[in-house]
C-alpha cells in the first residue's frame, strides 16, 4: 500500500518512553492540544476497576512538526514518558513464555535479545502513539465534515451494555479474561474515497491489525441472501443515498457516500491469574508459568479509541493522496 500520512510508533512497555513519529501531515494546520489530551485520557489505564491498576499520565511531549501551535510540515514526533512500570514479576518469567502472548516467537524473531518486559515493543501501551496521530487526524477531518465514533459492543458474548462491567469483573474475580467487540462508525465521508487496486476496507482492516489482540474484522452485514443484503439507491435532496447500507459503505474499495461501518473483534487478555502450560527456554522442557503484574481482564475496553485513531489516520491517508 502506497500510504502518503506515514506513522510509526517506537519504545517499549517498560522503556524509558513511548512514541510517535508522524510523516507528510500537511503544514498549517492548528493543533487543539486539549483534544489531543483527552483523546489518550481515553486510553490510558488505572481509571478504573475494570482495567489495569498501572498508572500512566500519558501527557505527550511534542518533539518537533509543530511550532506557535500550528503543524510545519516537518515531521511530527512526540513522546510519552512511562513512569509506572514495575518489571519485578517479569523477571520471574523471562524463560517461560506467556501463552497467547508474543513472548516465544518475539524470542525466535530476534533471537532472544528483545524486551521481554511488559510484553516490550508488543505491548498495547504503545498504541498511545496511534491516538496521538489519530487525535491530529481527527482535527483535519473536522474540517471535511467527517467523525468518527467506535464503541464497545459486545464482552464476553454479551450485547446488553449494562451488563458489560459485571461480566469483565466477574472474569477478573476467577482470575480470568473475557474477549469485546467493538463497532466503529465514520460519518460525513463523500463517495469515491479509495481505489480499486489499494482498497479502502483492506487499508482500514490492515490498520486494525496493529491492535494487539485484534483477531477479527467485518463491514456491514455479513448474514443476508443476496436479495436482502445489496442497497438500493434512491435520490435524496439531490444526493445519491442507499436505502441501506449492508456494504457497511464500502463497495469495490471505494467508499459509497455512505456511513462507513466495521466491527473488530478482540480476544480475551492473554495474562491470567492462572497458572498456564507452558516450556522453559533454557532448558527446552515442558514447564507452566503464574503470570503476576497487572493487567486488565478486558482489553477492548480502552480499544475504540484507537480504533477511532486509525481510521482517522487511514482515511486521512487516503484523502490526501487524492488531492
Not at 235 to 258: A, E, P, R, W
Not at 276 to 301: E, F, Y
Amino acid at each position: 500500500m502506497n500510504s502518503l500520512l506515514q506513522v510509526e510508533i517506537f519504545g517499549e512497555s517498560h522503556g524509558p518512553c513511548i512514541g510517535v513519529l508522524i510523516r507528510n501531515f500537511p503544514p498549517g494546520v492548528k493543533i487543539d492540544f486539549r483534544q489531543v489530551n483527552a483523546e489518550l485520557a481515553r486510553r490510558k489505564p488505572g481509571q478504573s476497576a475494570l482495567t489495569t491498576a498501572r498508572k500512566e499520565d500519558d501527557k505527550p511531549e511534542f518533539i518537533s512538526g509543530i511550532f506557535n501551535g500550528c503543524t510545519t510540515g516537518a515531521p511530527i514526533v512526540a513522546i510519552i514518558q512511562n513512569k509506572d512500570a514495575d518489571s519485578s514479576s517479569y523477571e520471574k518469567i523471562r524463560w517461560t513464555p506467556r501463552p497467547g502472548h508474543a513472548d516465544y516467537p518475539a524470542h525466535v524473531r530476534y533471537h532472544g535479545f528483545n524486551d521481554y518486559r511488559g510484553g516490550g515493543m508488543f505491548s498495547g501501551r504503545l498504541t498511545a502513539g496511534y491516538v496521538i496521530a489519530g487525535a491530529l487526524a481527527k482535527q483535519m477531518l473536522k474540517k471535511e465534515g467527517i467523525a468518527i465514533k467506535a464503541e464497545l459492543a459486545e464482552v464476553g458474548g454479551v450485547k446488553d451494555t449494562g451488563k458489560f462491567s459485571k461480566v469483565i469483573l466477574a472474569a477478573k474475580e476467577s482470575g480470568d479474561s473475557v474477549d469485546g467487540v467493538v463497532r466503529c462508525t465514520v460519518s460525513g465521508a463523500k463517495a469515491g474515497i479509495g481505489d480499486g487496486r489499494e482498497p479502502l476496507d483492506g487499508a482500514l482492516a490492515g490498520a486494525m491489525f496493529n491492535i494487539p489482540g485484534v483477531k477479527g474484522i467485518w463491514f456491514g452485514d455479513t448474514k443476508h441472501r443476496g436479495s436482502g443484503n445489496n442497497d438500493p439507491y434512491r435520490m435524496k435532496n439531490g444526493k445519491v443515498i442507499t436505502l441501506t447500507n449492508h456494504c457497511g459503505g464500502i463497495l469495490g474499495g471505494i467508499s459509497t457516500g455512505m456511513p462507513i461501518v466495521f466491527t473488530v473483534h478482540v480476544k480475551p487478555t492473554s495474562s491470567i491469574a492462572r497458572e498456564q502450560k507452558t516450556i522453559n527456554l533454557k532448558t527446552m522442557k515442558d514447564d507452566v508459568v503464574l503470570v503476576g503484574g497487572r493487567h486488565d481482564s478486558c482489553i477492548a475496553v480502552r480499544v475504540p479509541v484507537i480504533v477511532e485513531s486509525l481510521a482517522a489516520i487511514m482515511i486521512l491517508d487516503n484523502l490526501l493522496r487524492q488531492r
